[in-house]
Nanobody
Framework: QVQLVESGGGLVQAGGSLRVSCAASGSIFRINTMGWYRQAPGKQRELVAAIGSGGSPNYADSVKGRFTISRDNGKNTVYLQMNSLKPEDTAVYYC??????????????WGQGTQVTVSS
C-alpha cells in the first residue's frame, strides 16, 4: 500500500504565502506524475499544478505566476509554494500521484487533503 500525507495548510491573509507538502510512503518502486488538486465548497475538484518525474511542471491558468510546484524524488515528496494568495484560492488541497508499486502495478493515489483558507 501507498500513503500520501499532506501538510502545511492553514489560514493566511490575502497577499500572503503558504507552502504545502506531500510525502508518499509505502511500497513504492517509482512515482511518475505528482500533482495538486483543490476543491472549494460547492465546486468540482480541479487541477492546480502537476509535475512529471523529469521535473516538467504545468499549471492551471488561475495560478500561473503565483504558485510553484516542485518535487524531491529522493524523498518522494512534492511541494506547492503558493504566493500572492487570493480569497478564491480557499479550498481543500489534495495531493495526487501515479505510483508503480513493488508488485509491478501502476495505481493512482490521493492524499487526505489539507485546508487552505485565504482571508480578505
Amino acid at each position: 500500500q501507498v500513503q500520501l500525507v499532506e501538510s502545511g495548510g492553514g489560514l493566511v491573509q490575502a497577499g500572503g504565502s503558504l507552502r504545502v507538502s506531500c510525502a508518499a510512503s509505502g511500497s513504492i518502486f517509482r512515482i511518475n506524475t505528482m500533482g495538486w488538486y483543490r476543491q472549494a465548497p460547492g465546486k468540482q475538484r480541479e487541477l492546480v499544478a502537476a509535475i512529471g518525474s523529469g521535473g516538467s511542471p504545468n499549471y492551471a491558468d488561475s495560478v500561473k505566476g503565483r504558485f510553484t510546484i516542485s518535487r524531491d524524488n529522493g524523498k518522494n515528496t512534492v511541494y506547492l509554494q503558493m504566493n500572492s494568495l487570493k480569497p478564491e484560492d480557499t479550498a481543500v488541497y489534495y495531493c495526487n500521484a501515479d505510483v508503480l508499486g513493488r508488485g509491478g502495478l501502476w495505481r493512482n493515489y490521493w492524499g487526505q487533503g489539507t485546508q487552505v483558507t485565504v482571508s480578505s
